[in-house]
């Protein structure tokens, strides 16, 4: 039976086991384990990546949204807004600053943030920050959410922890992820679109005042040696065999998100005429396909089935985090955000990654398809 990983990270790395020890040799040569030259050469190539002035590397993506929010002056008594349909670290940063997590809802045909629910919730209450998470790769509606927001006054943040290199068309230019609102928060995460050896992260920025707070937030708000100019800032830097293995793989960023456009291409044409709802392409949006989720009923025995065809699938997320078990203190219970229920209950992530092959995705289509033939669809 051929089996299909959900993920295969070594494949990945193979072809660049030479660049990859190169890497680790001079990060050891150098003895800059935490922040360093490296660490200063990624920063300046993800901004200029990302089109922005600044890239503040720090520990992990989670960190990435608690210092922007931080840098951002929002704490105890603010509320911030964003999406329960999210990996849950978009939550417990707001949590971990003292401010209140208040949500809305997402729009069903692309799993982001919507703009008109956001602007609902903002005309009754107060809040000092937006977060837009760009779901699966695909960039959230941000010119409108930069209307919503700026008409409150609140800040606009992007969790870009799953978009490494996507791009939203601008006012007639196509933007990247990190430089479509006032900060952008990324994880490189071994498993994101661009993965470190281990936790990393990074926020990008235009804004010179935001990106220095961030230095300082990051170092003990260290200005210069033994300097603290902040209280109560914290440890959340970078470290250089890190950022080596980012610098090397951004190198190749381009080319694995092209793959993983071309196998969601190629998902979209195997499965066209499915009963599967496929992810669309909003126009103007180009995502970098973190995941390729399908939408379908009876999505547990599906599962199984591909299992047992030896095709690995994931659920991302099975529950939105109003309704995990630890957020039942935000108050909010089934019914509350109809839309991410019904996604998160029938959601299902194909194996999707740049060295995916094109025999693998008709193995994984060909188990779906007869899967989707099933008993619960039809026979007695
Ligand atoms: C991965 C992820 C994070 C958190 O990143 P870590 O590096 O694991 O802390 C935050 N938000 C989203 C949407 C993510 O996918």
Redesign the pocket.
């Known amino acids: 039976m051929v089996r299909v990983p959900f993920l295969d990270l070594a494949r990945e790395h193979a072809p660049l086991q030479e660049e990859i020890r190169a890497a680790i040799d001079r990060v050891l040569a150098s003895s800059a384990f935490v922040g360093g030259d490296e660490v200063r050469a990624f920063e300046a190539e993800f901004a200029a990546y990302c089109g922005v002035r600044h890239c503040v590397g720090v520990a ?4 990435a ?1 608690v210092l922007a929010l931080r840098a951002l002056g929002i704490g105890p008594g603010d509320a911030v807004l964003t999406t329960p349909f ?2 849950v ?2 939550v417990e940063a707001i949590d971990l600053v003292g401010a209140t997590p208040v949500l809305a809802d997402i729009r069903a045909d692309d799993f982001t943030l919507d703009p008109e629910a956001a602007a609902a919730v903002l005309a009754t209450r107060p809040v000092k920050a937006v977060i837009a ?1 760009h ?1 699966y790769g695909q960039p959230a509606d941000m010119e409108a959410l930069a209307a919503v927001a700026r008409a409150h006054g609140a800040a606009l943040v992007e ?1 870009a ?2 978009a490494q290199g996507a791009r939203l068309r601008l006012g007639g230019q196509w933007r990247r992820a990190g430089g479509l609102g006032d900060a952008g ?1 990324f ?3 071994p498993t ?1 679109n661009l993965g470190a050896f281990g ?3 990074a926020i990008t920025t235009d804004d010179d005042g935001l990106a220095e707070r961030l230095r300082l937030l990051r170092d003990h708000g260290q200005a210069a040696k033994y300097r603290h100019v902040l209280r109560g800032a914290t440890n959340s830097r970078l470290d250089g065999l890190q950022a080596a293995i980012l610098r090397l793989k951004l190198r190749h960023l381009d080319g694995w998100n092209e793959a993983r456009r071309r196998a969601a291409g190629r998902y979209a044409s195997l499965l066209a005429g499915s009963a599967l709802v496929l992810p669309r392409e909003r126009s103007g949006a180009e995502s970098v396909y973190h995941q390729y989720p399908v939408r379908l009923a009876g999505r547990g025995r599906v599962q199984e089935a591909l299992a047992g065809r030896g095709v690995q699938t994931a659920v991302h997320y099975p529950a939105p985090v109003h309704l995990q078990e630890g957020y039942g203190g935000l108050g909010f219970g089934p019914g509350s955000y109809p839309v991410s229920e019904a996604v998160a209950s029938d959601i299902l992530s194909l194996p999707l990654f740049p060295a995916l092959t094109a025999a693998e995705q008709g193995v994984v289509a060909e188990a779906l398809i007869e899967a989707l033939r099933g008993p619960a669809c039809g026979s007695p």
């Open positions: 992990n993506g989670t960190d949204l999210t990996f670290a978009t998470v779901l969790d922890a799953q928060c994880s490189f995460y994101k936790d990393a992260g």
